[in-house]
């Protein structure tokens, strides 16, 4: 029986002609482009819309993406036997389609050799670096979007510029060269899901700079560029099923295949360092002076939705978002979350319909063939809870308004993070808070109340004023109540069935 080849570029030639490869010679990408964080998303997004401008331009460009693996070498294991390139699988009801990209032309492991990515970073042809870290990744306190000067790797970082650990020594480190050796700074474009990423971003860097050199963090703030970022596209994380499918569609092996969505969107606010990036809107992306508004109506729509039927969902016993919207409890549940609650308090971006934005969001949560699983998105929800469903709640407290959908996600959460399920089964729970909030949970005992008093005790996650607001507390408790009674599904339920 012939063995199915792996994907290289020795065995490009050989793709089937269900995949598209790289319609532009490889050899001509020289490295413009350092991304920290080099996990699905990017590489079915950002590295998407660069490929598409490559393609486009012919020989004009030369864009090329080194991407960094901060801690695990997993993704430079799959990618370099595949001289990094993989392929992208765009799926919809009736859709499968596979691209094969070759952008990304090395994958750096920062924990084994620091000082690769720092000599890449410093390289004055190195104009863009670019994040998706997470919201853990920037070591913040999701309260305060302030640096959190006593955690470990920061700590290490200011001790051991040459070798850091975070994202954020990295790049401070890799400016301080650029800055000894008179090169122009790169431009910092964050691309996660943080309100004001660029402006976020930007003051971390300034503080951990200013704590090693006040001269260097004058000169940041002179010469550097952060803008801000609004990045969407539903990217599952990647199964075997997977990897099998792409072999059928192309006949080439691929161990790092991403899959995807059709739709994307990427809004970025036109500010680089002497004006130096691809044409990123030659393949779709919008250009804005400011992406506030459209940030803002991501996060608290797409991303709170999210959130909230994760924990949900996860507690009703459904795997993935398309499973809990296909259960018609959930699914009346999350609209009312957005008619009622969210879509009164955000200010729509110029010429955007808000329900039209959601209707069309519950078509793609309701997408068949992107399987999101809801413990997935439920990962650090300690990191997201202050930035996806927390400030609608403030807001609405400032209207004096009702928010008892919003009450019962954050309920949710609560007991998600208790790391039992309905059924007395173990949940595991991945977040950086996870065994201190379980720890406190335990002690609390089984009071509702009580258990909610509790976790508001964690001021880096629900900050000072929200549990001085018995409003607040006694809605949420209500909600826990609720799911403690009648279970997460049927606690949804009542509420989608409410007018």
Same mark, same amino acid.
Request: proline share 7%; hydrophobic share 40%; net charge negative.
């Given at each position: ?20 490869? %790289? ?7 020289? %490295? ?6 080099? =996990? ?12 598409? @401008? &490559? ?15 901060? +801690? ?44 690769? +990515? ?9 104009? $863009? ?47 301080? *060269? ?25 003051? &971390?860097? @300034? ?27 539903? @990217?599952?994380?990647?199964? %075997? ?24 969107? !990427? ?5 680089? @360092? ?5 044409? !990123? ?6 250009? +804005?002076?400011? +992406? ?11 991303? =709170? ?25 959930? *699914? ?42 809801? !413990? ?50 173990? $949940? ?42 018995? *409003? ?16 997460? *599904? ?10």
């Amino acid at each position: 029986m012939t063995q199915t080849p792996r994907l290289s570029e020795a065995t490009l030639k050989d793709a089937a002609a269900g995949s598209a490869g %790289p319609a532009y010679v490889l050899s001509r990408l020289k %490295p413009g482009i350092v991304h920290l964080g080099l =996990g699905a998303f990017f590489r079915a997004h950002g590295a998407l819309y660069t490929e598409d @401008v &490559l393609a486009e331009a012919g020989s004009s460009l030369d864009w090329g993406i080194i991407g960094v693996s901060l +801690v695990r070498p997993d993704q430079h294991d799959r990618l370099a036997p595949q001289n990094c390139l993989y392929t992208a699988l765009e799926r919809d009801r009736n859709l499968e389609r596979a691209r094969i990209v070759g952008c990304v032309l090395d994958v750096l492991v920062a924990k084994d050799d620091p000082g690769a +990515v720092l000599q890449v970073m410093s390289d004055p042809e190195t104009r $863009i670096v670019s994040l998706t870290v997470t919201e853990k990744g920037y070591c913040h306190d999701p309260a305060t979007g302030r640096l959190a000067e006593g955690h470990p790797d920061l700590i290490h970082d200011i001790e051991n510029p040459g070798e850091p650990r975070t994202a954020i020594g990295f790049i401070v480190e890799a400016l301080d *060269r650029r800055r000894e050796a008179g090169v122009p700074p790169f431009t910092v474009l964050s691309c996660d899901n943080i309100p004001h990423n660029g402006e976020f971003v930007r003051s &971390l860097v @300034v503080s951990f700079a200013q704590s090693r050199d006040c001269g260097l963090a004058a000169w940041v703030e002179a010469h550097g560029a952060f803008p801000s970022t609004m990045v969407d596209r539903i @990217v599952p994380a990647t199964v %075997p099923a997977d990897i099998v499918d792409v072999a059928n569609l192309t006949g080439l092996v691929d161990e790092a295949p991403v899959v995807h969505e059709t739709f994307r969107q !990427w809004v970025i606010e036109d500010r680089f @360092v002497d004006g130096h990036r691809p044409p !990123w809107e030659h393949a779709g992306a919008e250009l +804005v002076d400011d +992406v506030a508004p459209f940030e803002l109506m991501k996060l608290r729509m797409l991303n =709170g939705a999210h959130s909230a039927l994760a924990y949900l969902g996860y507690l009703s016993g459904r795997e993935t978002i398309v499973d809990a919207v296909s259960d018609p409890a959930l *699914r009346d549940y999350i609209t009312r979350f957005w008619r009622e609650e969210v879509i009164p308090v955000v200010p729509p971006p110029p010429g955007t319909d808000l329900q039209a934005y959601a209707d069309a969001l519950l078509a793609r949560f309701s997408n068949p063939s992107i399987r999101h699983r809801t !413990w997935q998105i439920a990962m650090d929800g300690s990191q997201k809870l202050p930035l996806r469903l927390l400030p609608t709640i403030s807001d609405r407290l400032a209207r004096d308004l009702p928010f008892p959908c919003l009450a019962l996600a954050v309920a949710a959460w609560i007991r998600y993070v208790g790391g039992v399920d309905e059924k007395g089964l173990p $949940i595991e729970v991945k977040d950086p808070l996870g065994a201190d909030l379980r720890t406190a949970l335990d002690a609390a005992g089984e009071n509702p109340e009580r258990r909610v008093r509790t976790a508001l005790g964690f001021l880096a996650i629900f900050g000072a004023d929200l549990p001085r607001d018995e *409003r607040f507390v006694t809605a949420l408790t209500q909600a826990y109540g609720s799911i403690e009674e009648l279970g997460a *599904r049927e606690a949804a339920g009542k509420l989608g069935k409410a007018v």
